[in-house]
């Protein structure tokens, strides 16, 4: 079973860029999407974006102006930097797979069906 | 702000059925897009429950039930166990400026 762990700092200084990483083992970033979540405390989920294996992206409009998710697949890794940040980004980040096809059906929206545990990043000065 | 609303909380006793709902507009669940659904139980990750409207992943028991009609879907508990006790989130895809995937406001269900 494929399984995902987010690593990076927990602290991020206001301004500065938080750089996160999502390592995938017991499988391949290759032919896959990827996606990036994050839940404020006590808030909803908030979706970041996707990146597909061969690097195409989509971002969320409301932060398509600070973020960038990249993929290695030497690494089998995919990445989310997120520019400027505020307190307003402190939040749990979720790394997962989207899945827009089940075998017979497209997805517009893709399903995430394997996700990472999530990193905590608290904004602070 | 989130466009997919659901209703902050729901509750029953163990046995019970509960439902939550996830309403939508005519640019998301209206225009024909795909609602999925996830567990996410206390300190957890997300976890998926439905995809694809009624599709359940093996090794989601039958309890739980997905449906969809008009601008609205929810999801069903059958049978409801403590260890139900989770936020739920209803996810589907919006076609309107302001992105694409958009996750529902969530639920917290408690077990009386």
């Known amino acids: 079973q494929v399984q995902l762990q987010e690593s990076g700092p927990g602290l991020v200084k206001p301004s500065e860029t938080l750089s996160l990483t999502c390592s995938v083992s017991n499988g391949s970033v290759s032919g896959f999407y990827w996606s990036w979540i994050r839940q404020p405390p006590g808030k909803a989920l908030e979706w970041i974006g996707y990146?597909?294996?061969?690097?195409?992206?989509k971002y969320n409009a409301s932060l398509q102006n600070r973020v960038t998710i990249s993929v290695d697949t030497s690494k089998n890794q995919l990445s989310l930097k997120l520019r400027s940040v505020t307190a307003a980004d402190t939040a749990v980040y979720y790394c997962?797979?989207?899945?827009?096809?089940?075998?017979?059906?497209?997805?517009?929206?893709?399903?995430?069906?394997?996700w990472g545990k999530g990193t905590t990043v608290t904004v602070s000065s | 702000q989130s466009m997919l609303t659901q209703p902050p909380s729901v509750s029953g006793a163990p046995g019970q059925r509960v439902t939550i709902s996830c309403t939508g507009s005519?640019?998301?669940?209206?225009?024909?897009?795909?609602v999925h659904w996830y567990q996410q139980l206390p300190g957890s990750a997300p976890k998926l429950l439905v995809y694809g409207n009624i599709n359940r992943p093996s090794g989601v028991p039958d309890r739980f039930s997905g449906s969809k009609s008009g601008t609205s879907a929810s999801l069903a508990i059958t049978g409801l166990q403590a260890d139900d006790e989770a936020d739920y989130y209803c996810q589907s895809y919006d076609n309107s400026l302001s992105g694409s995937c958009v996750f529902g406001t969530g639920t917290k269900v408690t077990v009386l």
């Open positions: 990146i597909y294996y061969s690097g195409s992206t």
């Open positions: 997962a797979r989207r899945r827009p096809y089940d075998g017979s059906n497209y997805y517009r929206a893709g399903y995430m069906d394997v």
């Open positions: 005519s640019s998301n669940i209206g225009a024909g897009y795909e």
